[in-house]
């Protein structure tokens, strides 16, 4: 496990993800979401506009969404927040 390990961190410094895996994650806190203690995952994938994601980014974009997370494919922050104003969360 050491060396495989070693060669990841040489091959890919301080990463450690799932391929396909959005480029930010996180839990939304549960009373923003639904007004009960129960969170709901966030995915935001960030790419230039007009890019789309790779085929393996659609594959896990569905399988996330299909157990409930929240994807947000973002160009700016802009999306970010309207992505979530349309999900009934209010952050500005």
């Not at 996330?64 to 979530?84: P, R």
Request: aromatic content about 8%; hydrophobic content about 40%; some cysteine.
């Amino acid at each position: 496990l050491r060396s495989m390990l070693e060669a990841f961190d040489r091959e890919r410094p301080g990463r450690f993800s799932v391929v396909g895996s959005a480029d930010i994650l996180g839990i939304l806190h549960g009373d923003i979401v639904t007004g009960r203690n129960r969170g709901r995952a966030i995915g935001i994938e960030v790419k230039m506009p007009g890019q789309k994601p790779r085929p393996e980014q659609a594959r896990w974009r569905d399988m996330f969404i299909k157990f409930g997370g929240l994807y947000i494919l973002a160009t700016c922050i802009e999306d970010v927040y309207v992505a979530l104003e349309k999900e009934g969360i209010h952050c500005r």
